[in-house]
């Protein structure tokens, strides 16, 4: 009960006294059957504890780097437990045998491949030997066809030396499914099962898909019988054995209007299964990614009609995120062009209902797939004019709404006379969830200003940029901490402007920039980032004789961030800052002595170490301007340290493989004349 209850810190913190203890429980022959099989249970609430509060890649990562050093004695453990409880015909042992395999090959996903060879007999001879007789063995059943899918996506990166294995497992997967009844608890194992063998077979799970697509398309297109009826009826109407059995998987809901009775009810298990279906389809093109392209039109076929889906928000949500994974079975462009002319129009029209419905959620939702899939596209003729601005319009009304509703939020605590900190703490949750729509609204403009380039601006600025102004100038004069993510949103909306718009609509904008960075201070490290790496695209687009007029200003901020302790809570500050200085120097600075000690301080700062994407931005830049030979980089004086500074930036790239390799070997070939392919 504890490390379901206080996870994941108890896990994370006392792992070395937990683990070891339940292993020296699990493998005395002196407990009972009845122990080893709680102990086991709870081993299986250690790991779903670690499993339930994931929330992101670093916590998978560090998941697994606890589970690892234990692997060997658990998995050997479990094998010797999973024997034990087929000899004693023991279930409540077997499955949490199985749970706990399960578990484990979902936290160490890769790292479970080596397992397979001692693990997979044992699940096949156990899937082979049970034909189930009741309900109990069924669910001992679907345990294993579990914990066997899960290994089969464990082997993905050498899937073809378990290929026969795989296809073998596939086809007798496929010939059970088809003797079960729907609401066998088999079924959902086996369709879900399907998601991970899709990981390793790539190309060669078409046979797989070809049949399965049909019986997942039925359940996503199957009606869920909501209807509404007499409740009275059943009082003079007898139900015959067909209708008691369909009733068992209805959900319903009598209300009482006037005088008279209403049930309304619906098909809860076809729900399910729609669900199920949809994220199963999903699953499977996001696995097989371009291996899926085949499908791609018909999987959008099915799930166009489901954007609407009035009943379930979930399929709602799998349904926007099909087009960012039909995006991702894309090998080009042009077949991106064709999803999103296929799916364009239905998107932004479900949008606009969202926005004005106020479904929040679901414009975050989305926002993010928009985002997501507008990463991919290279060629900005992908999105047409009409797309396009449709698509900002919505944004502009999204921001207005959030805007408007942050101040109702505000307005309401303001009247409530019984205010407290937990009203306190309400309310800043309420409003950061309303800053992050912003964030997201943002974001995409700024990955689809950097596509489309300057003409865009007039665009964003008809749609977006008094609308981030204006909460930018609220923020300011706010002064408390919930405003900052208004701050931040701003600064990083002005930053994209600054840098893909005209350069009129730059000269337009740089010195309100300017005007309100400096009409505040803060501590927020997210808006200092922002900040200074706006000053690093004033230094690079404005031109030498206005740049005079505020070079003082820019420098002194750079200098007073790189001035700093350097930690992982200020690192990304402190690299945008040394980038900013880069394009002060790069673009701004003369040929002189000032020019060539700030030159020299930017090289012997490289590489950038904690915002990658920066670093790989600014070695770029760097790259490029040693190659056009600027006369700061490659004097006398700087011209050693621009080698050492290589030689720092080839062992960074070694390590964490940012440097784009176009750019690597003519810039080893002009700063240090060495062995290409020995450098390399």
């Given at each position: ?95 949490e ?30 899937f ?20 066997i ?44 099962a ?70 309304l ?37 099915i ?72 990463a ?149 490290e ?65 040929n ?31 790259f490029?301007?040693?190659?056009d ?13 621009v ?35 020995q450098?390399?």
């Open positions: 009960m504890l490390v379901e209850e206080t996870a994941p810190k108890i896990q994370k913190t006392y792992h070395s006294n937990i683990l070891p203890a339940l292993a020296v429980l699990m493998s005395d022959r002196e407990v009972s059957l009845r122990v080893k099989t709680q102990a086991c249970g709870t081993l299986v609430n250690f790991l779903r504890g670690l499993i339930n509060h994931k929330r992101n890649d670093d916590d998978a990562d560090e998941n697994v780097e606890l589970i690892k050093p234990y692997a060997n004695d658990l998995v050997k453990l479990l094998s010797y437990l999973f024997e034990m409880s087929l000899i004693a015909d023991y279930p409540p042992l077997q499955e045998t199985l749970t706990s395999f399960s578990l484990m090959a979902s936290i160490l996903d890769k790292d479970f491949g080596p397992y397979y060879d001692t693990i997979m007999p044992g699940l096949k001879k156990l082979y030997g049970i034909s189930p007789a009741n309900n109990q063995q069924a669910i001992l059943r679907s345990n294993a066809i579990e914990t899918a899960f290994l089969c996506s464990s082997v993905s990166e050498n899937p073809e030396k378990y290929l026969p294995d795989l296809k073998e497992i596939s086809e007798n997967f496929g010939k059970l499914l088809f003797t079960l009844k729907e609401e066998d608890p088999q079924v959902p194992a086996i369709i879900n399907y998601i991970h063998i899709s990981v390793s077979m790539g190309k060669e799970f078409y046979p797989y898909l070809d049949f399965l697509f049909p019986i997942l398309e039925k359940y996503i297109t199957s009606e869920i019988g909501f209807k509404t009826e007499d409740a009275a009826l059943s009082e003079y109407i007898p139900e015959d054995e067909d209708e008691i059995e369909k009733n068992k998987k209805m959900g319903s809901v009598t209300l009482s209007l006037g005088s008279t009775t209403t049930k009810s619906l098909n809860t298990f076809a729900l399910q299964n729609k669900i199920m279906g949809l994220n199963v389809l999903n699953e499977i093109c996001l696995n097989m990614n371009h291996a899926f392209l085949p499908y791609v039109e018909r999987f959008l076929t799930t166009k009609t489901m954007l609407k889906f009035p009943f379930s928000r979930k399929i709602r949500k799998i349904a926007i995120k099909s087009v960012y994974s039909s995006m991702l079975a894309c090998t080009n462009d042009e077949e991106r062009r064709k999803v999103l002319g296929f799916m364009g129009e239905e998107i932004l029209g479900v949008l606009n209902y969202n926005i004005k419905i106020g479904f929040i959620r679901e414009i975050k939702a989305y926002l993010k797939t928009l985002t997501s899939f507008s991919l596209i290279t060629d900005k003729t992908c999105f047409g004019e009409s797309f396009i601005i449709e698509l900002y319009n919505c944004l502009e009304k999204i921001v207005k709404f959030i805007e408007e509703h942050k101040e109702k939020v505000k307005l309401n605590i303001k009247k409530n006379d019984e205010f407290d900190e937990n009203d306190e703490e309400n309310q800043l949750t309420d409003i950061n969830m309303l800053n992050e729509t912003n964030r997201r609204v943002m974001e995409l403009s700024g990955i689809l200003f950097q596509l489309v380039g300057e003409q865009l601006t007039e665009t964003v600025y008809k749609s977006l940029y008094e609308v981030f102004l204006q909460s930018w100038t609220v923020a300011i004069k706010c002064q408390k901490l919930q405003c900052d993510q208004d701050i931040v949103n701003a600064v990083c909306f002005f930053d994209d402007y600054m840098k893909f718009s005209s350069s009129v609509a730059f000269n337009h904008m740089y010195k309100t920039f300017l005007e309100y960075t400096l009409a505040f201070k803060t501590k927020n997210d808006i200092i980032q922002s900040v200074v790496f706006g000053y690093g695209i004033i230094a690079e687009r404005l031109p030498q004789n206005d740049f005079l007029q505020v070079q003082e200003t820019i420098l002194n901020a750079i200098i007073s961030i790189i001035s700093r302790q350097v930690n992982d809570e200020n690192g990304s500050t402190f690299d945008n800052a040394i980038g900013a200085l880069a394009k002060y120097v790069l673009f701004q600075s003369k002189e002595e000032k020019g060539v000690v700030l030159a020299g301080q930017f090289i012997n700062l490289l590489p950038l170490k904690f915002d990658l994407d920066e670093g790989a931005s600014i070695c770029k830049l760097f490029q301007k040693i190659l030979n600027h006369p700061l980089l490659t004097n006398d004086t700087n011209m050693p340290l080698k050492e500074a290589m030689k720092r930036i080839i062992q960074l790239n070694i390590e964490e493989g940012f440097i784009p390799e176009d750019d690597l070997p003519s810039l080893l070939q002009v700063c240090m004349g060495l062995d290409i392919k450098s390399v």
